[in-house]
């Protein structure tokens, strides 16, 4: 199938697929003799594959290695280690959104939204409001 099959298959634009080639996370397509990338039902499966790390905000490092022992067929504690690894990162993002979250909430609950210029919302973007985050 050619390129736009293959990203119709996958759920995967046509541009990050060159793109995913031309870093190494794919391999290389075979061409046509008019130079077009011809994809294989095997290349759409691991395209998938890449759509769903993606889904779960894996970093394309990680992407690789569960690639690798994906297809090598490697021993699942490898692969769960990997995901307890992303797991506890997305916890910390998600302490720091809460926390984000909740600041400025804080912030619009204090400010009255009427049309005078006083604002503790740009008060503390201008730095002078002192809520850490």
């Not at 984000?100 to 400010?111: I, T």
């Amino acid at each position: 199938m050619n390129i736009g099959q293959a990203a119709l298959a996958s759920g995967i634009k046509a541009k990050m697929i060159r793109y995913y080639e031309g870093i190494g996370l794919i391999q290389a397509a075979s061409r046509t003799e008019a130079g077009y990338r011809i994809y294989t039902d095997t290349d759409v499966r691991t395209l998938r594959f890449i759509r769903r790390a993606r889904d779960f905000g894996l970093p394309m490092a990680r992407i690789k290695l569960l690639i690798g022992l994906w297809q090598g067929k490697k021993p699942s504690r490898a692969v769960k280690q990997i995901a307890l690894e992303h797991v506890s990162e997305l916890s910390g993002k998600i302490v720091e959104l809460t926390a984000m979250r909740d600041a400025l909430r804080e912030l619009a609950d204090a400010c009255d939204g009427d049309n005078r210029p006083e604002c503790p919302i740009l008060r503390d973007l201008e730095g002078a409001g002192g809520h850490a985050l």
